[in-house]
């Protein structure tokens, strides 16, 4: 049998010191609850995840989740085998199984299906693995260091799954010429004789191995002050994090540190190495979120006021007319305005709230429609298979063997019932252009939104949100399931700058495909919610799944483009004006 090729060892990765702390610290101490590694391709991510298997017990597994993994293969399932030939219902052990007291990696977890987010989430938490499905009720341990690593450019992840996480680090790519040379001479020698490499590197991972063997033997003797409990307290709530996590988990980690140094008491040295591991994906302090507002506010100065410099328009008097001022408005590209707060301001007239819920109801059907129908016959007694209205694509095999008595080959086939609510995600496409402003439309926009959220909330289905203004697009909310009040969120959100649609669609198209990629059978309602005040109409193109155009332009002379916006996209056009 061929020999498999040695991972390349912890010791030997340049670099990234923040990434092996954190690692090494989860070696001593699983209960810190994993690390969430996000950098871009090629700052060694994966190569530190795996090089983590070597330093661990030899009885620790570490398991790798790839991202086909279906259900089955995550929780366990029936031993088919076990049926056919046995007559027995047997549990058969999935990933979760092979993972306790190890590490589940999981590579580009932001790409991770929502269900497998939400088990893993689950089991995470209890530290049991309980399966009740096909007729089998069992349940296991499965306690595991969670580690995942993701690329940002390719989705954000979900913050439920975020939050789990222990620690989180950022890494770059800004390497020094020097460093760069000699990480190039590394993985150069590696691949020129991988096991001569990970010999040399032997006794510095010997070593290392020892260190955290002793630290873990001295964690249950390290000892924290009320003082430096306290002022873990005082930093969390100063960072403005949600619920009491970080708190414990700092702890954790301050103590672990402390035995990492060898000591038996926990030192404010301990509490600073360890804080940016802590907050760094849970830190809301407002200070920071002000300063991007400010700053995203200041990068588009220079070009809104070229934009307005060569307007044919001169400064309208206060008796200029209303039609005067809105081409005046339109020609500068509101530039010149600040970014402004509105408050949401739900509309009274509800006839387009029941317009919005019967397009919302139209029945969306995915392009790719091959596995609804295997034959075209129906009834059980068809020779071919035919999937119910609210099945998935799943066989539940258990049921198929009950409604076949055992037979084999079977002749009808049982399928799993479809998750309320889990294919469908309602992307909302906000504008937050300056043209927003005027009359309260940005506000009656975020009173739209709180609406399709509220119905997004209700049928259990995803959200995410994407805004469009300022000369950029960004995602404010990632792809999540909808939260149940957005209020206090909304309330934050700034309008101001120019309306960069073109650069809206194609970053969607974008980010719907990588969707696909991952779940080809999400289904896609996107809300855009705009006043049409564009420069151009963009070329013809469709977005996937369903598409609704909200017009929340208030004039009495209109200047939007919304119904050619809308003809452009094949959207459904609805105007809150009438």
């Known amino acids: 049998m061929q020999r498999l090729q040695p991972e390349f060892p912890f010791c030997a990765v340049k670099g990234q010191q923040p990434f092996k702390l954190a690692l090494i610290l989860n070696a001593i101490n699983p209960s810190i609850g994993g690390v969430l590694v996000s950098g871009p391709r090629g700052s060694a991510k994966s190569t530190l995840a795996r090089g983590l298997a070597d330093l661990l017990p030899e009885t620790s597994q570490f398991v790798n989740l790839p991202l086909s993994t279906t259900e089955d293969m995550l929780i366990g399932t029936l031993d088919l085998q076990s049926v056919l030939k046995e007559k027995k219902v047997k549990f058969n052990p999935g990933i979760l199984a092979k993972a306790h007291r190890g590490v589940l990696y999981i590579d580009e977890v932001n790409l991770l299906n929502d269900n497998l987010v939400d088990m893993i989430l689950d089991v995470s938490q209890s530290g049991i693995n309980q399966v009740e499905r096909d007729g089998i009720s069992h349940s296991h341990e499965s306690r595991f260091i969670l580690l995942g690593t993701m690329n940002p450019d390719e989705g954000e992840i979900r913050p439920q799954l975020q939050d789990r996480f222990g620690f989180s680090v950022e890494l770059n790519e800004q390497y020094s010429i020097s460093d760069r040379v000699a990480i190039v001479q590394l993985r150069e020698a590696y691949d020129n004789d991988c096991v001569s490499f990970v010999e040399q590197f032997k006794p510095a991972q010997e070593t ?46 301050a103590v672990t540190h402390a035995a990492w140094c060898d000591r ?67 020609s500068s590209d509101w530039g010149g305005m600040q970014p402004e707060a509105q408050s949401a301001v739900l509309c009274t007239d509800s006839s387009w709230i029941d317009n919005l819920k019967q397009k919302q109801n139209a029945q969306i059907v995915p392009e790719k429609t091959k596995w609804n129908t295997f034959s075209k016959l129906k009834g059980h007694n068809a020779r071919g298979f035919r999937k119910g209205k609210n099945e998935s694509p799943k066989v539940s095999w258990f049921q198929t063997m009950l409604a076949n008595m055992g037979q084999w080959p079977p002749t009808v086939l049982r399928y799993k019932r479809e998750a309320s609510g889990q294919g469908i995600l309602n992307l909302i496409l906000l504008d937050t252009s300056a043209s927003t402003i005027k009359n309260k439309q940005f506000a009656n926009a975020k009173g739209v939104v709180l609406n399709i959220a509220k119905q997004a909330y209700l049928d259990r289905q995803q959200l995410s949100v994407f805004a469009f203004g300022c000369q950029k697009v960004e995602q404010l909310l990632p792809r999540q399931k909808s939260p149940k009040n957005l209020l206090s969120w909304l309330e934050q959100i700034k309008a101001g700058g120019g309306t960069p649609l073109k650069q809206l669609l194609e970053v969607v198209k974008n980010y719907q495909q990588k969707m696909l990629i991952n779940t080809p059978w999400l289904l896609f309602r996107t809300f855009l919610i705009t006043d049409g005040r564009v420069r151009c109409v963009p070329e013809q193109q469709r977005l996937s799944g369903q598409t609704l155009l909200i017009d929340i332009e208030k004039s009495s002379i209109r200047r939007g483009k919304g119904q050619l916006i809308a003809r452009s996209l094949a959207a459904e056009y609805i105007s809150l004006s009438g």
Do not use: M
């Open 208 to 253: 290392l191995k020892q260190r955290i063997f002793n630290a873990t033997t001295l964690l249950c003797q390290v000892s924290c002050s009320e003082a430096l409990r306290e002022k873990i307290a005082i930093f969390c709530h100063e960072e403005n994090v949600d619920g009491l996590r970080a708190d414990i988990i700092w702890y954790r980690a």
């Open 264 to 330: 038996t008491e926990v030192t404010e040295e301990d509490l600073l190495a360890v804080k940016a591991l802590v907050l760094n994906h849970r830190s809301n302090s407002p200070s920071e979120s002000d300063g991007n507002a400010n700053s995203g506010s200041n990068s588009n100065s220079n070009s809104d006021s070229n934009a307005s410099s060569g307007n044919s328009f001169s400064r309208p008097p206060v008796e200029q007319s209303e039609q005067q001022t809105e081409l005046s408005a339109e």
